[in-house]
């Protein structure tokens, strides 16, 4: 019977993982460039019973059965939330008409075919942040609301460099010289070039784009809109030949690809689900109170 209670106690714990996980994704429904998470549950390895010991228990007053042990059956002890998994679709592109707000279109990717499976290749911005050793790494993104800080660089809205081809901060004061930053001075191509038209003499820059072929797999979510790259080497950068069908659009942002309404549905479901747990708890053990007054008895 205790069996019971342990499956119960695992699907409350792995709802309210899928619980946070659904929140966490309602919290950023505004966070440009976000990338909403999809929990998978999974079951616990089962367990084979076997009746055995059937002709010597070795206990007194115990029924003995001729035979050798049979297979009573499978059983298994409850799920458990897995992993988070993101998912990469491309959030809505959103005019916004300033001058540093940066969208990726790359819906037009092709699809490709790694280890038997077919996956959706996606392009990402390259930025430059603090790692777990405080050392400073590259990780991607796909939120492009960016700014100028004190320094001429241009970043993150969270403080981050972005990074060149070079992988190097990218420094709009130097390529703009003295002109101030609006959208007459400073301009970006479909292939992701920074240029400036009021100062022919600063060569342009072209943004670290880096196309990512499984970003499943390969990506770790660091914080809600960086990724770490897991795969073997780096990711490909960027091919205006391959990558023809892939557009860096000025005065845009890509929005949260969370869907609210689909979210709250989800929400209503793992709460319904956690309170079916909490009756089956409950109801075993309102059953153990029962039996531990019948053995006072």
């Given at each position: 019977m205790l069996r019971g209670l342990d499956a119960a106690a695992s699907g409350m714990i792995a709802n309210q993982a899928r619980q946070d996980a659904l929140t966490n994704n309602l919290a950023n429904v505004n966070t440009p460039g976000y990338k909403s998470d999809n929990s998978t549950f999974r079951t616990f390895p089962e367990l084979l019973l076997e009746r055995i010991r059937?002709?010597?228990?070795?206990?007194?007053?115990?029924?003995?059965?001729?035979?050798?042990?049979q297979t009573i059956g499978r059983i298994s002890h409850g799920v458990y939330?897995?992993?988070?998994?993101?998912n990469f679709i491309q959030g809505?592109?959103?005019?916004?008409?300033?001058?540093?707000d940066v969208?990726?279109?790359?819906?037009?990717?092709p699809t490709i075919v790694e280890n038997g499976r077919q996956v959706q290749p996606r392009m990402f911005f390259a930025i430059?942040?603090?790692?777990?050793?405080?050392?400073?790494?590259?990780?991607?993104?796909?939120?492009?609301?960016?700014s100028m800080?004190?320094?001429?660089?241009?970043?993150?809205?969270?403080?981050?460099?972005?990074?060149?081809i070079n992988n190097q901060p990218i420094n709009l004061r130097a390529l703009l010289g003295n002109a101030p930053l609006n959208k007459s001075t400073l301009q970006l191509t479909p292939g992701g070039q920074l240029i400036a038209?009021?100062?022919?003499?600063?060569?342009?820059?072209?943004?670290?784009?880096y196309r990512v072929n499984n970003p499943a797999a390969n990506l770790v979510k660091e914080a809600d809109t960086t990724?770490?790259?897991?795969?073997?080497?780096?990711?490909?950068?960027?091919?205006?030949?391959?990558?023809?069908?892939v557009a860096v659009k000025q005065g845009y942002v890509e929005r949260s690809n969370v869907d609210a309404g689909r979210t709250m549905i989800d929400l209503m479901t793992v709460l319904r689900s956690y309170e079916s747990n909490q009756r089956v708890l409950q109801a075993y053990d309102m059953t153990l109170q029962k039996l531990n007054e019948v053995g006072k008895i």
């Open positions: 059937d002709t010597n228990s070795g206990v007194a007053g115990l029924p003995a059965f001729p035979g050798p042990k939330n897995q992993e988070l998994v993101p809505d592109v959103t005019e916004t008409g300033k001058v540093l969208a990726l279109v790359d819906e037009g990717l430059q942040k603090p790692g777990e050793n405080g050392q400073l790494q590259t990780y991607y993104t796909r939120s492009g609301n960016w800080n004190a320094q001429g660089q241009l970043t993150t809205i969270e403080g981050y460099p972005v990074l060149d038209p009021g100062n022919p003499n600063a060569a342009p820059v072209q943004l670290g784009l990724f770490r790259y897991s795969g073997n080497g780096a990711p490909t950068l960027y091919n205006p030949v391959n990558d023809i069908s």
